[in-house]
């Protein structure tokens, strides 16, 4: 009965640094610089896709019990964006802002046609490599 239990204790997985509240605040705009970013709060977890104007530093917690797949509990990303060498502005999302994102499955086609088995077949005649003889 005591390992059923300890079963259902949930297993939590914490990543990226609790602190980004606290760290945000210590932020100033337009007085704070990169080096100083960097050395509160380290290297970012993601930078912006179109150069480094923006540093994102994610924290997530996840829990799971026993064999259900883990689910997030909390997360706080903090967005910094730069002018310059400068922050130009601080951005929190908490774990409310969250939005689910659904993913298309369609393929993209592509060019050409598809054989069949019996083409496959007929289109490989010819195209083997034929064995050698080879007098050592």
Not at 50 to 79: M, N, T
Not at 112 to 123: A, D, M, P, V
Not at 124 to 129: A, H, L
Request: aromatic share 8%; net charge negative; glycine share 8%.
């Amino acid at each position: 009965m005591i390992l059923g239990l300890t079963a259902c204790e949930p297993k939590v997985a914490e990543r990226g640094k609790r602190e980004l509240a606290e760290a945000a605040e210590q932020i100033q705009p337009n007085m704070t610089t990169r080096s100083e970013v960097a050395a509160l709060l380290g290297t970012p977890s993601a930078v912006g896709q179109f150069g480094d104007k923006a540093w994102y530093y994610v924290a997530q917690r996840k829990e799971g019990i026993a064999f259900f797949a883990p689910e997030v509990v909390d997360s706080h990303v903090l967005r910094l964006t730069f002018m310059g060498n400068v922050v130009d502005s601080v951005k929190q999302y908490e774990h409310g802002d969250m939005r689910d994102v659904s993913f298309n499955s369609r393929q993209t086609p592509t060019e050409g046609q598809e054989y069949g088995f019996i083409e496959q077949l007929i289109g490989n005649i010819g195209k083997f490599n034929k064995q050698r003889d080879s007098v050592q």
